[in-house]
């Protein structure tokens, strides 16, 4: 079954700085789906990740698919205040358009 | 343009109450999740549902049952409370499973005392 491990959890950064956060998984389902959540309120999708290779970017964030590696990379280039947040990355339970298991968070804060 | 709407919003329940919690989309999604959100431990898949009258149970099942009678409608029962289901849940749904992105719900914060 699948499991989901993100590094860091708990992350602090300098506006202006940029960082990645990294997504492990263990599953023969090769999609990738990366979320936000803001504090005290529900998820918003940001990236859905589908084949070997795939790059999606939205301003500041861009998240990256190797399924060979298993691993899905979300980069944060020069971050502002705004960019706060939980990021949660999830997969499919199993191969087939199953429920999505999700990780534990990467909380982020963005300091001055 | 609701979107899922989730009731309560708040809820303490004694030991051993009951409760149904009620999630209801207006987008005509085939799927419905049930996940609970716990501090240090991301979302757990409680129950789901891929149509009408079908439910399956997720990775944490257990104090909890769940009906599907109506397609808008996916209700999480918690048949005698425990301070272990304290928790936040998530309601999402899904107009074809996960490929096709969850739409989730504002939440429902429950304290069992």
């Known amino acids: 079954e699948l499991k989901v491990e993100q590094n860091p959890l708990f992350l602090s950064m300098q506006e202006g700085k940029n960082y990645t956060i990294y997504c492990n998984y263990s599953?023969?389902?090769?999609?990738l789906y990366w979320y936000r959540q803001d504090p005290g309120k529900s998820l918003e999708s940001l990236f859905v990740?589908?084949?070997?290779?795939a790059v999606k970017q939205e301003g500041r964030l861009m998240a990256s698919l190797d399924t060979k590696a298993r691993l899905s990379t979300l980069h944060i280039t020069a971050a502002v205040h705004d960019l706060s947040a939980t990021y949660f990355c999830?997969?499919?339970?199993?191969?087939?358009?199953?429920?999505?298991?999700f990780g534990k968070g990467t909380r982020l804060s963005v300091i001055a | 343009n609701a979107g899922v709407t989730q009731t309560p919003k708040f809820r303490v329940l004694k030991t051993g109450q009951s409760m149904t919690l009620l999630c209801a989309q207006d987008?005509?999604?085939?799927?419905m999740y049930w996940y609970r959100q716990d501090p240090g431990m991301g979302l757990r898949l409680i129950h789901y549902?891929?149509?009408?009258?079908?439910?399956a149970k997720g990775e944490v099942p257990d104090g909890y049952n769940v009906s599907r009678l109506k397609k808008q409608n996916f209700l999480l029962g918690l048949e005698s409370a425990a301070p272990s289901q304290t928790s936040v849940y998530f309601c999402?749904?899904?107009?074809?499973?996960?490929?096709?992105?969850?739409?989730f719900g504002s939440g429902t914060r429950l304290t069992v005392v």
């Open positions: 999402a749904s899904s107009y074809g499973g996960s490929f096709y992105g969850y739409t």
């Open positions: 599953t023969t389902s090769d999609r």
């Open positions: 990740l589908l084949s070997n290779g």
């Open positions: 999830a997969g499919e339970r199993y191969s087939g358009n199953t429920p999505l298991v």
């Open positions: 987008m005509n999604h085939e799927y």
């Open positions: 549902s891929v149509g009408e009258g079908t439910t």
